[in-house]
Every structure is written in C-alpha cells, then in structure tokens.
C-alpha cells in the first residue's frame, strides 16, 4: 500500500479516493489520459522506484532506523480486554522484517542491489 500511495501523491489523487478504487483503475486511467501503454507490473514498480526516493531523501536528511518508531505509549500501554494483544509485537523484529522485504539494509536504507533493480542504480 506504501508503493500505491507514492503513487497516489505523484498523480496529485486524493488517497481516501484511492481506498475506494482498485489499483489497476488506476493504472488504466494513467495510461488512458498520457497516452501511455505501461504494463501493470510497470505501474507498481513505479510505485515502489518513488517510495524508494523518498527514503533515500529521507536518509539524506539524516533519517534512519531510530526515527522508525511508534509513540512510546503506543508502544507500552497494556490494553487488555481490547480484543488485541496485551502489547505490540517487537517493533524492532518487525523492522528487521519490513527492511528485508523492502530491500533495504539494517538501517533502513536501500541497498545497492535493490536501487539497481529499480534503475536507481546512480542514487
């Protein structure tokens, strides 16, 4: 979903509006107003090419792994009886998982491999 709201801001689309569309809408109406004939898979690596901008913008400007957080009373507060577990899941296993899905390296930046495959190979 990230990589379909990058898109979402570069297209200037309202994201409540996304919710109530499909992805491939999108892509269709992309590729009817420029002319475009992208494929889908196209579509969706653009997504994840711009995300992958962002967070080496972000990385430039000195974000990393220890700015990937939640709110401390998000993350402390009991919440039994919420029908939830009585705390959150280990927020750094999950980044661990999140930046190995996302090609990115124990800091949260992108690695090399990962830019290449996107053709950000020169960032």
């Known amino acids: 979903v990230q990589n379909?709201?990058?898109?979402?801001d570069?297209?200037?689309?309202?994201?409540?509006?996304a919710f109530g569309l499909q992805a491939d809408d999108l892509h269709r109406w992309l590729n009817w107003v420029?002319?475009?004939?992208?494929?889908?898979?196209?579509?969706?690596k653009t997504g994840e090419r711009i995300y992958n901008l962002k967070r080496l913008y972000n990385v430039k400007c000195g974000i990393?792994?220890?700015?990937?957080?939640?709110?401390?009373r998000i993350l402390t507060l009991n919440r039994p009886g919420l029908h939830?577990?009585?705390?959150?899941?280990?927020?750094a296993k999950m980044l661990d998982e999140y930046y190995l899905v996302r090609g990115w390296d124990q800091n949260g930046i992108p690695r090399k491999e990962k830019l290449e495959a996107l053709g950000l190979g020169e960032y």
């Not at 570069?10 to 509006?17: D, Q, R």
């Not at 420029?34 to 969706?44: A, I, K, N, R, Y």
């Not at 990393?64 to 401390?72: A, C, F, I, N, Y």
């Open 34 to 44: 420029t002319g475009w004939d992208s494929s889908f898979e196209e579509f969706l």
């Open 64 to 72: 990393s792994r220890k700015d990937d957080t939640l709110p401390e």
């Open 10 to 17: 570069s297209l200037n689309i309202c994201k409540f509006t």
């Open 4 to 8: 379909l709201m990058a898109l979402c």
């Open 84 to 91: 939830a577990p009585e705390r959150l899941p280990d927020l």
